[in-house]
């Protein structure tokens, strides 16, 4: 069993960056891609980033592309998600997740929430106008 716990959830303006951490215990980290969702209110949830075992393959989703940036630490057994020019519409509760389908697996890191089985307890974002 693997617990998650997320960090770095703040109120901040328009612009500006923000970097989350997700730490992993009680497991082996790198059997796990993982990945990073976030639930807006009255929203489904939705992908954000995923990123493989090893750290060197990841992919985005399209409203993120090109501003966030997903990484891992796999000594420290922390995935980051690094979130710059922050719109309003990045408010959201942010969560990391483990997918554990495919161990070892470097074109392992799926996008679909169904893929993960571990879930963090979320952090809240709000990027003010």
């Known amino acids: 069993q693997v617990q998650l716990v997320e960090s770095g959830g703040g109120l901040l303006q328009a612009g500006s960056s923000l970097r989350l951490s997700c730490a992993a215990s009680?497991?082996?980290?790198?059997?796990?891609?993982m990945g990073w969702f976030r639930q807006a209110p009255g929203k489904e949830r939705e992908f954000v980033g995923a990123?493989?075992?090893?750290?060197?393959?990841?992919s985005y989703g399209d409203h993120v592309q090109g501003r966030f940036t997903i990484s891992r630490d796999n000594t420290k057994d922390t995935v980051y998600l690094q979130m710059n020019s922050l719109k309003p519409e990045d408010t959201a509760v942010y969560y990391c997740?483990?997918?554990?389908?495919?161990?070892?697996?470097?074109?392992?890191?799926?996008?679909?929430?169904?893929?993960?089985?571990?879930w963090g307890q979320g952090t809240q974002v709000t990027v003010s106008s």
């Open positions: 997740a483990a997918a554990d389908k495919g161990p070892y697996i470097s074109s392992y890191y799926p996008s679909v929430i169904s893929e993960y089985v571990y």
């Open positions: 009680g497991g082996i980290f790198t059997k796990y891609a």
């Open positions: 990123i493989n075992w090893i750290g060197d393959k990841y």
